[in-house]
């Protein structure tokens, strides 16, 4: 099995102060590693893809049990 990448994706901290779950509204979390926004509310993760969030909730996956 292969590594999972890491993209390591830096994003605008105000634009992280203004965006929320598009689903639940509630805050998200920055994990920067996975370049994904994270919903604990709605359990996803949205993708970061060239520096632009991706707030699709049909484009996020669902976090596993150990996300």
């Known amino acids: 099995m292969s590594e999972p990448v890491t993209q390591d994706v830096e994003i605008d901290p105000r634009l992280l102060e203004i965006l929320v ?3 639940t509204h509630a805050p998200l ?3 920067r590693a996975k370049g994904e926004l994270i919903s604990r ?3 996803l993760a949205y993708p ?3 520096g632009v ?3 699709l909730p049909e484009e996020a996956r669902e976090l ?3 996300d």
Do not use: K, L, S, T
Request: hydrophobic letters at 40%.
């Open 21 to 23: 779950c598009p689903v």
């Open 29 to 31: 979390e920055y994990d």
């Open 41 to 43: 509310a709605a359990r």
């Open 48 to 50: 970061i893809r060239d």
């Open 53 to 55: 969030p991706i707030m």
């Open 64 to 66: 596993a049990d150990g």
